[in-house]
């Protein structure tokens, strides 16, 4: 069975690692370098963007982390997890791992009493519409050739993008009891061991 990791040095990790327990999976709390090697896919939570970029650094992660991803490991990115996989983003901090061809801009709908909820569409994703939870969440404003847009606001922006084995949702799945994306995720990480 494979190992999902997530990592844990800031940021909602606990909920992911619950969703997934409740899904059967073998979770481990990934804090160090070496830990990244012990698992199949990777989630980086929601939490703060720049701190979680400079605990990665601090921790010399961040070299390992982009070598492990570009060489196949999934990936998938919450709300500060996507600005972290980002190409670049609109803002000057923090310096991106410069995985996800994607233009981000941070806390694009305001401060957290701006939080709300939104049904969305999600290819890949059977079944009804997705009720989404935006906690200070960040948009993506463009994307690469490379890149599939999964689900969009009414509005046309998107908010949850995929390329090849990498994942990114500007919304916090961790946070509801819907399981269906995290099942989503695992089955990437399945495409890949096989």
């Known amino acids: 069975m494979a190992t999902i990791g997530v990592l844990a040095i800031q940021g909602d990790f606990l909920e992911h690692r619950q969703m997934l327990e409740r899904l059967g999976s073998v979770v481990l709390e990934v804090r160090t370098r070496n830990e990244l090697d012990k698992v199949d896919g990777l989630i980086i939570p929601g939490g703060e963007s ?4 400079q605990l ?3 921790f010399d992660m961040r070299d390992h982390l982009v070598n492990l991803v570009k060489n196949g490991m999934p990936i998938w990115g919450t709300c500060a997890g996507m600005i972290v996989l980002a190409n670049s983003l609109t803002d000057h901090r923090p310096n991106p791992l410069k995985l996800m061809d994607i233009n981000v801009t941070r806390n694009a709908f305001g401060r957290q009493v701006d939080s709300f909820e939104a049904d969305l ?3 890949e994703v059977d079944g009804q519409s997705y009720k989404a939870i935006f906690i200070r969440a960040p948009i993506v404003n463009s994307v690469g050739p490379n890149v599939r847009v999964i689900s969009r606001l009414n509005d046309g922006r998107p908010v949850a993008v995929r390329e090849n ?3 990114a949702t500007a919304f916090h799945p961790e946070l509801t009891l819907d399981h269906r994306i995290h099942q989503m995720f695992l089955g990437m990480v399945e495409e890949t061991r096989r």
């Open 50 to 53: 720049t701190t979680i970029v």
């Open 56 to 58: 990665l650094d601090i």
């Open 121 to 123: 569409e999600i290819d």
């Open 165 to 167: 084995h990498m994942l």
